[in-house]
């Protein structure tokens, strides 16, 4: 499996930007697509998971500003970030688990900044 992370960039407090995680490969055999970030100083930390296409999951801190979503037509998973705010600054990962086994995509910078 082999993912392409887009979409990240500098946006101001309240603003919106959308990722977009292109996977190719096996992909029929993934289980879990979802985004992580990392701001510097910080473990990385799950910001939203999507399980088989439906159940989502989502941190806290997120939860009523971002959706993810799956697109099967493109083989993509969209992370639509609305509100954004400056603690929403961080390199943000795409990553995916197929039979057990972790995909990371190359991670997008997201800088929420006036």
């Known amino acids: 499996v082999q993912l392409q992370a887009s979409g990240g960039g500098l946006v101001q407090p309240g603003g919106s930007l959308r990722l977009s995680c292109a996977a190719s490969?096996?992909?029929?055999?993934?289980?879990?697509m979802g985004w992580y970030r990392q701001a510097p100083g910080k473990q990385r930390e799950l910001v939203a998971v999507m399980v088989r296409g439906r159940n989502t999951n989502y941190a806290d801190s997120v939860k009523g500003r971002f959706t993810i979503s799956r697109d099967n037509a493109k083989n993509t998973v969209d992370l639509q970030m609305n509100s954004l705010k400056p603690e929403d600054t961080a390199v943000y990962y795409c990553y995916a688990e197929s039979r057990g086994s972790y995909y990371w995509g190359q991670g997008t910078q997201v800088t929420v900044s006036s």
């Open positions: 490969g096996s992909i029929f055999s993934i289980n879990i």
